[in-house]
């Protein structure tokens, strides 16, 4: 059972003063069968109250506001997280598509889960279906070779998306990162029906140099009928054990953004995000993403602004 140090800092800084901001926050590890929060420690700017509650998706939330002038809002999460779950999974591969429509036919949320967004080149979705052949195979084969379809013919390019990028758009880019094969292996399964839900978490070091070590990453669960919920990376080409710290579930990017939010003032922003990940052994991967964020407003304006954009998971 690993243990995992991890050390989130997202910092915004501001060219003059900022009031009224409100911000919401999903680094709040989810605590299940498969991993245990033995610390976590949370600090913001000026030591505002966080109000936590759960959302549709079980997932724990946290909100905050500083209403005062600021040039800065530091936002920083110190976790120690042991994972629980096996390193060997037992998938159950002989689970049938009529098993997977008893299963899901009378829950809601597995209902939602299952129906996919509207595109413009759902065309392109079916293409990839017909190459994957279902018909012939179990509902994990079927998950397990759509991942292995995106990780082969997609290449992850950082840099060329970002968290508005749509699904038509990687279609046509045939690349991205993270965040965009799980937002394409959601669109894929949900055509076929297979409820499938967005993860929102960390990949952490297993020597094995996997993509999107030592920062926020996104992957994809699937509904496995007689199995339940299986964790499953594009990104990386595997099945998930105890090397993926999950941070939230959702429908997509948009249920789980780590940190949003919005401030009053005319300022123009840049966004720092460091992730550092310690491993039991002391070793670490860290990364940071610098991003400037920058809005063109009369300085008389007061307008709340969107903190949100340039967290793209990797």
Request: charged share 20%; aromatic share 10%.
């Amino acid at each position: 059972m690993p243990i995992f140090k991890i050390h989130h800092v997202t910092r915004y800084e501001y060219d003059r003063p900022v009031k009224e901001s409100s911000n919401e926050i999903k680094i709040f590890p989810i605590i299940n069968h498969e991993q245990e929060v033995l610390q976590h420690d949370l600090v913001i700017t000026g030591n505002p109250e966080v109000y936590v509650f759960e959302d549709y998706w079980n997932n724990r939330i946290g909100l905050f506001n500083l209403l005062s002038p600021h040039k800065h809002l530091l936002i920083e999460s110190k976790l120690i997280v042991r994972t629980t779950q096996s390193a060997q999974l037992n998938i159950n591969f002989d689970g049938s598509w009529d098993q997977l429509k008893k299963e899901t036919a009378d829950v809601l949320q597995l209902l939602e889960l299952s129906t996919p967004s509207l595109i413009q080149s759902q065309i392109k979705i079916k293409e990839i279906i017909q190459k994957l052949a279902p018909e012939k195979k179990s509902v994990a084969q079927l998950v397990e070779d759509c991942n292995a379809y995106i990780f082969n013919e997609f290449k992850y390019i950082k840099g060329i998306t970002d968290i508005e990028t749509t699904v038509d758009e990687i279609l046509e880019h045939q690349s991205g990162v993270c965040q965009d094969f799980a937002h394409l292996m959601l669109q894929i399964l949900r055509t076929l029906h297979i409820p499938s839900r967005y993860v929102s978490g960390y990949i952490c070091p297993n020597k094995n140099g996997m993509r999107g070590e030592g920062a926020t990453h996104a992957w994809v669960e699937a509904y496995i009928p007689e199995y339940g919920w299986a964790g499953i990376d594009p990104t990386n080409n595997i099945w998930v054990t105890n090397t993926h710290i999950k941070l939230s579930v959702g429908k997509d990017f948009n249920d789980c953004t780590p940190i949003k939010g919005t401030f009053k003032g005319p300022a123009k922003q840049n966004l720092s995000v460091y992730v550092s990940i310690g491993y039991e052994d002391g070793q670490t991967f860290e990364e940071v993403n610098n991003v400037e964020l920058q809005t063109q407003l009369n300085q008389k304006e007061e307008i709340l602004i969107d903190e949100s954009f340039g967290q793209q998971q990797q």
